[in-house]
């Protein structure tokens, strides 16, 4: 992992000498405004500093076993942590920062685990004689930090584990420790890289992004009952209210009146112009209607994603426009439906089209998981999430950080 500060005037000049050196592949790790030093810094303007992460794809890739054993992922032998990652790893002090109480939690639990084995043991010694004080004492100290840290990492894998993140995908991401782990390594710097490692696979998404010209056509596509037409309302309200952009808001589900009517309301409250599609002929000639607007949102029927009619129908509609106007398409999904049927979702509509994700009902689970499994999975950004029914609240850009403090046991 290649971990890097820019300075820059504003954000954008950082990042953009981020990318210069490193690539697109930056991801922003933290950002924060660096005051001027020295006898004339109150002559001098303030700067913008960005810490970007980069995964080194000169790193060996390592297989991943289909039948994980959970007792494998903790047999991690001792790497030698070069002095280049050692420094990298102990300059991003505001980014561990972000982490709050999350390592103290872990600490305290490990604790909690440590005093339960150790009455297990005592147990077990008084049974055995004086057998386990003899294995006991023959450990070194470098076995010991070595148990510790293994204790350490099956905690964060345990955690990760209840949050529902997929073995495979949690076992890929601690057999990546190893690298730089030996026994003297504090805990902080396991518990850092790890979060960084997490926040790379996430990735970064720029969500809705303006045509270079005429209107950006944003679809809506996904399973029924996720929560389509309320998160178009909240996107609807923030670019036409919110960023004065002009939004106009369509309907191709005519299965169901109600989605259309709901629409309909949301549209008549933004001030928006809005109408219901029965063909392909009718989307053309609406999208010409409004080639002068910035955005045109169009709701898609729900339905099974197992049905291969409707998805083709759908399809038809994605590819009709052509090269005429610029589009965007988001699958919706629920964070509460099951791991399997996520995928098999996934998987069905990226037969018709690449999307990025939106996640609703964040606000009916606690686990975080299945954000991190279908991000991998599908290999597709997430763009937003939404966290209730309110209108035009309880909707936000994705926030990597955020969750992969959850994921690790911490609060939002």
């Known amino acids: 992992m290649i971990i890097k500060k820019f300075l820059g005037k504003t954000e954008e000049e950082a990042v953009e000498a981020a990318k210069k050196e490193l690539g697109e592949g930056v991801v922003i790790m933290n950002v924060r405004q660096v005051k001027p030093k020295g006898l004339f810094a109150a002559f001098k303007s303030k700067q913008i500093e960005v810490t970007v992460a980069l995964e080194d794809e000169r790193e060996p890739a390592r297989p991943v076993r289909r039948e994980p054993d959970p007792k494998a992922v903790f047999n991690i032998a001792s790497g030698t942590q070069g002095n280049e990652d050692k420094d990298a790893l102990a300059s991003q002090s505001s980014i561990e920062k972000k982490l709050d109480s999350l390592q103290t939690l872990l600490e305290s639990q490990l604790r909690q685990s440590e005093s339960a084995e ?33 204790k350490f990492i099956r905690l964060l894998y345990n955690t990760m584990i209840e949050n529902e993140v997929a073995e495979k995908y949690a076992n890929q991401i601690l057999e990546d420790v190893d690298k730089n782990r030996k026994p003297n390594t504090p805990f902080d710097y396991i518990l850092a890289n790890i979060y960084q490692k997490i926040i790379l696979k996430f990735g970064k998404s720029e969500g809705i992004q303006p045509a270079d010209k005429g209107p950006r056509v944003v679809f809506f596509i996904g399973p029924t009952g996720v929560g389509k037409t309320t998160t178009i309302a909240k996107l609807a309200s923030n670019f036409a209210v919110e960023e004065k952009k002009k939004t106009a808001l369509l309907t191709a589900d005519t299965y169901r009146i109600a989605a259309a009517e709901q629409l309909r309301t949301y549209a008549q409250i933004l001030e928006v112009p809005f109408r219901v599609i029965y063909s392909l002929e009718e989307f053309q000639t609406a999208v010409e209607a409004f080639k002068e607007y910035d955005y045109i949102f169009v709701d898609t029927a729900g339905h099974s994603h197992q049905n291969a009619e409707q998805l083709e129908q759908m399809k038809s509609y994605l590819e009709v426009l052509g090269d005429k106007v610029q589009t965007q398409v988001f699958l919706v999904l629920s964070a509460t439906t099951k791991y399997r049927d996520l995928l098999k979702i996934a998987d069905n509509y990226k037969e018709i089209a690449d999307y990025q994700l939106i996640f609703t009902k964040l606000d ?36 990597p950080q955020k969750t992969v403090k959850q994921l690790l046991g911490g609060k939002a």
């Open 118 to 150: 150790k009455s297990d043991r005592a147990a077990e010694e008084q049974e055995n004689g004086e057998e386990g004080d003899k294995a006991a004492a023959e450990k070194s100290p470098e076995q010991e930090k070595d148990d510790e840290q293994e």
């Open 364 to 399: 009916e689970t606690t686990t975080m998981g299945n954000l991190l499994n279908l991000k991998i999975h599908a290999d597709t950004p997430i763009a937003y999430i939404t966290c209730g029914q309110n209108v035009p609240n309880d909707i936000e850009k994705f926030n």
